[in-house]
C-alpha cells in the first residue's frame, strides 16, 4: 500500500518536472518561461521528494529530505525574482541586452 | 517496486535530456541560467531517486549539496559589479 | 522494465556530457560556454552517483559545477571589452594536446580491461576492506585518503598550495561588490549559515560516511563566495599573518603528523591505529581550513589588501 501511494507521488512530480520542461521549450519569453520552471521546481520536487520520504526509515534522513525541499522550495523562489529582475534590468532602457555583447 | 522506481529514473533523465537540447536552441543566457536552474532541480530529483533505488542515503548529502550550489549560482549569475551599477 | 533498463540512463548521461563538453568548447559566446560548463559539472556529478561513487560525486557537486561556477560567472563580469575576442591555438598544440589525450584513454582502457580480465592480483577493494578496522574510521574513503595512501593527500594539499601562491601573484583581487538588493541579501543571509552548518556536517560524518575536508572545505568556500557576492561589509578576511597561517595550516600539520610518525615508528604517515582516529580528524580539521581559505582566494582572483602588507585595510 505503502508502495503504491510512494508511486503515485513521485509519478505526480515527475508529470510537474514533464510539464515545466515543455513550458521552457514552448512558452515565448523569458519571464514566461521562467514561470513554467519554478512550478517544476516546487511541485515536481516536493512531489517526488514526499513519494521518497515515505521509504525512508531513519527520521533523521526523512528530516534531510525535507530541508532539501524547503531549500529548494525558498531558493527557487527568491531565485526566480532575482532572474526576473535580471531580464527587466536589461530590457527597458531599450540598449542591447548584456547577453549580445 | 524496482521496477517502476527504475522507469521514473529513465523518465526524468530523458525530461533533463529533453529541457537540456532545449538549452542549446535557446538564445540569451538568462535563458540559459534558468534552464539551469531546472536542470539542478531535475539533478536533485534524480539523486533523490538513485538514492532508493541503489540504496546509497549518502546520495541524499549529494543532493542537498547540489540544491545549495545551484542557488549560489543563480546568485552569481544575477549580481552586478560595482562600475554596471554606477553606469 | 528489468534492471537493465537503467542503461538508457547511462547512455543518456554519457551522450549529454559529450554534447556538453563539446558545446562548451564551441559555444557562440564566453557566457555560453560558461553556462554549458557549469551543467557539464552537473551532468559529471549524476555520473559519479550513478557509478556508486558519492564521495566525489559530493566534491563534483560543490567544487566542479557550484563553486567553478560561480568563480567563472564572477570572472566574466569583470573582463574588459577587448577580452572577448577568441585567440585560435596553432595547430601544433592542437595536434599535442589531442595525442596526449589519445594515450590517456589509450592507457585508462588498458587498466579497465586489465582489471577486468582480473589479472591484476587482488581487487583494492578488498585489501581495504580487510585492514579497514585499523585505519581508525569506517569509511574506506576517508581511510584510502588519511590513512592508507595519506601522502597522496598531501601532496594535492600541496598542490592547492602552489595554485593559490600561483593566483596571489597575478594582483590585486577583484573588486567588491556593491550591497545586495533586499531580496538577495536575505537569500544570503540565510544560505551562508546553512552552508557553514552542512560544511561541518560533511566534516564529521566523512569518518563514517562520504564526506570529508574536500567536500567540507569547498562548501565553507562558497558561504565565503555568497559574502563577497552581496557586498556585505561586515565579512573580513583575517589579517595578514592569520590569513598565511590558514593557507598553510593543512599542509603544515599533515607534515607534523608525518615526521612525528617518522620519528616515532620510523615510516612516513604510518599512523598507529590506536590514535588514527583522531589525527585524520586533526588533519582533516586544518585540512577543510586551509582548503576553505584556498578556493575561496582564488575565487578573489588575485591578492587581498592583507596578503602584502601588515596594515589592517578596511575593506578587505
Known sequence: MLDVISLLLIFSGLA??????????RMPDTLCRLHAVTKADNLGLGLLASGVLLQLSDPLQMLKLLLIWVLVLAASATGG???????????????PPEDAR | MTEMLILAVVVLGATFALALLGMLRQGTPTDRIL?????????????LLLALLQEQLALLDVALVLAILSVVVVIAFTRRGKEQADA | MKAGALLYLDLIMVILMLVLAIGALHARSLRHAVILFIVFGLVVALAWARLRAPDIALAEAAIGSGLAGALLLAALRDRRPGDDATRRAPVWQSVAVGGLVTALVVLLAWAFLEVQGGRANEPLANIVQATLHESGVSNPVTAVLLNFRAYDTLLELTVLLAALLGVMSLGPQRSPMRAAEPMAAGLIGWLIPLLILAGGYLLWVGAHAPGGAFQAGALLAAAAVLAHLGGRREFQLPGHTRLRLLAVAGCAVFTLVGVSTLLGSGVLLQLPSDW???LILLIELFATASIATAL?????GGHPPSWNSREVHPDA
Do not use: E
Open chain 1, 16 to 25: 510537474f518536472y514533464l510539464a515545466g520542461t515543455i513550458g521552457v521549450l
Open chain 1, 81 to 95: 525574482q532575482l532572474i526576473a529582475r535580471h531580464t527587466l534590468d536589461q530590457k527597458p532602457n531599450g540598449d
Open chain 3, 296 to 300: 575561496f582566494l582564488v575565487y578573489l
Open chain 3, 276 to 278: 588514527a582516529g583522531g
Open chain 2, 35 to 47: 534552464i539551469a536552474q531546472l536542470l539542478g532541480s531535475n539533478g536533485v530529483g534524480l539523486l
